[in-house]
């Protein structure tokens, strides 16, 4: 069983910038995706981006070009740094695990908490 766990999350103004961290228990994520999904308020949960094992990214349009994310194998950590925020960034952001990448929420079998990402104009 794999446990993910958010932090660093926080209140931030536009133009700023937060870096969030996943770190992984119960087993490696290195044969696994990891992904950062977003819910504001009265939305559907959305994908922000992914990492696969071997690396690769992909992001929504949405963040491309001001969120990066990265993995380090060693401390089972996923991060996500976003830089330039908005408010339309404002969500609660979760991290979830599959064995592949994909847009859809329902592939992911582990999920973590979440973690509250305010920025104000």
């Known amino acids: 069983q794999m446990r993910l766990e958010e932090s660093g999350g926080g209140l931030v103004q536009a133009g700023g910038s937060l870096r969030l961290s996943c770190a992984a228990s119960?087993?490696?994520?290195?044969?696994?995706?990891m992904a950062w999904f977003r819910q504001a308020p009265g939305k559907e949960r959305e994908f922000v981006g992914g990492?696969?094992?071997?690396?690769?990214?992909s992001y929504t349009d949405a963040v491309k070009g001001r969120f990066t994310i990265s993995r380090d194998s060693a401390a089972n950590t996923v991060y996500l740094q976003m830089n330039n925020l908005k408010p339309e960034d404002t969500a609660v952001y979760y991290c979830?695990?599959?064995?592949?990448?994909?847009?859809?929420?329902?592939?992911?079998?582990?999920w973590g908490q979440g973690t509250q990402v305010t920025v104000s104009s």
């Open positions: 119960g087993r490696t994520f290195d044969n696994l995706g």
């Open positions: 990492i696969m094992w071997s690396g690769g990214t």
């Open positions: 979830a695990a599959a064995p592949l990448i994909d847009r859809g929420k329902d592939v992911y079998r582990y």
